[in-house]
């Protein structure tokens, strides 16, 4: 019995993709873990201090993770300068009024940044770069299933060296 022929289902060009999702996926994942670091940098060699808010406006590009702008003042806890009309990103809307705990990197800050809990935004980062790893995987596992259906639907050819080609 005979199979019928398929075409590759694995292609040069989805090998080439895997390749270079080998080189991206650990320099992303690196990225992802030195933009925390510089995080984690920034609020310990910051200000920090007390953010109230007057007011705050979605930024209207993410509905499943929304980011609001709001506009506020700084005061700093222990160095005694305050800053009027800097900005914050956040992932929560804040009520005109409300104060919240926030750092900024300098006198001269033109935003504050909130202060956040580094352990939940480090398992957002593990958790990305594990499901990264996971599709890279899975890719190369594909990949080597291909090579061995190939191997065995191949087999070994019997070629008869005297008789005429086909055609003459």
Known sequence: MTRPARGPRFTFAKFVGLVVA????????????VLQAQDDRAQAHGIRGEYTVRHCVWDG?????????????????????????????TQERHRAGSRVPAYVTGPHASSAGEQFNPATEKTTNIKLSVAMVVFLVAGWLLFIRELRRRRVTAGSVALDIGSPLPGR
């Open 61 to 89: 590009i993410s509905r499943r993770s929304p980011l609001y702008d709001c506009t506020g003042n700084f005061r700093a806890d222990h160095q005694g300068f305050e800053l009027t009309a800097i900005s914050m990103q």
């Open 22 to 33: 080998t080189i991206a996926v650990p320099a992303i994942i690196v990225g992802l873990f």
